[in-house]
């Protein structure tokens, strides 16, 4: 019995840290079918190492039933794993859970092979998963990583990194030297596309990432193209572009021809 109250405080300590929604205990074990998915689980999943695979079976459907959660009571899960909202999340049978990992609604812990054998996900300590994701396959995914919203991942996720797309590919977040040229020539221009960064991986943005590299490459190769004319002495009528605070240019050049 004091297994039991232990394990009900980890569970319960979890929901608390990771959903600032919840209000109070009575309210996490009534109204939250996470909680109750894996209060079902513990179970089914005792009965089913215990050999008795067809009530394990059945509980887990039942399960599946009154929250829309759908693990297998094969799947192994650690401690303190938070099921947000749920609906959707399905989990398989040879899945393997670490501790303090974190799902979202709509993802898929599946499997692509119909050979029996391990065929479905191992995670990490730490993992969040972000609604929609599918993880499919044995791969595993390392402690502490990140899977974005939507993707599907296909293959071994490092420990702490971040994931995203379809397939899924991990997002490099050091800030480039490119990067920090491509931010300042943005804010020269007064462009800023929504608060949006290049390891967001929008088709959208890498366009207009990209247009940003080639608008600062003409750019720098006018300003030489006019420190040239300048030495050899040719005269230029032009003016500053209109609208823009800075092109690149110096003082010097700016008033070339002015």
């Known amino acids: 019995m004091k297994n039991l109250f232990q394990w009900l405080k980890q569970e319960t300590d979890c929901i608390f840290e990771r959903d ?27 009965l089913w190492r215990g050999g008795w695979h067809w009530p394990a079976r059945f509980l887990a459907f039942l399960a599946r039933w009154f929250t829309g959660i759908e693990i297998h009571p094969g799947a192994r899960i650690g401690r303190g794993f938070f099921i947000d909202h749920g609906m959707g999340v399905v989990i398989g049978e040879t899945a393997e859970i670490g501790d303090g990992c974190t799902l979202y609604h709509g993802v898929t812990l599946g499997g692509t092979s119909w050979n029996k054998g391990k065929r479905h996900p191992t995670l990490g300590n730490g993992v969040v998963i972000g609604a929609g994701a599918k993880v499919l396959g044995p791969i595993n995914i390392g402690d502490g990583a990140r899977i974005g919203s939507n993707s ?38 007064g462009f800023d596309a929504y608060g949006t960064t290049a390891d967001m991986q929008d088709p959208v943005d890498r366009a207009l990432h990209r247009m ?35 092109c690149g240019l110096d003082e010097a050049d700016e008033s070339d021809g002015q």
């Open 152 to 189: 599907v991942v296909l293959k071994d996720v490092p420990a702490g990194a971040t994931v995203v797309g379809i397939p899924a590919h991990v997002v490099d977040r050091k800030r480039s030297a490119d990067q920090a040229k491509r931010e300042a020539f943005a804010a020269r221009i």
């Open 20 to 46: 600032p929604a919840a209000q109070s205990l009575l309210e996490v074990v009534t109204t939250y079918p996470g909680f109750h998915a894996m209060l079902l689980h513990r179970v089914s999943h005792r």
């Open 212 to 246: 940003l590299d080639h608008i600062h490459a003409q750019d720098e190769q006018l300003k030489c193209m006019r420190q040239a004319l300048k030495a050899l002495g040719a005269q230029m009528d032009v003016g500053p572009l209109p609208g823009l605070a800075d």
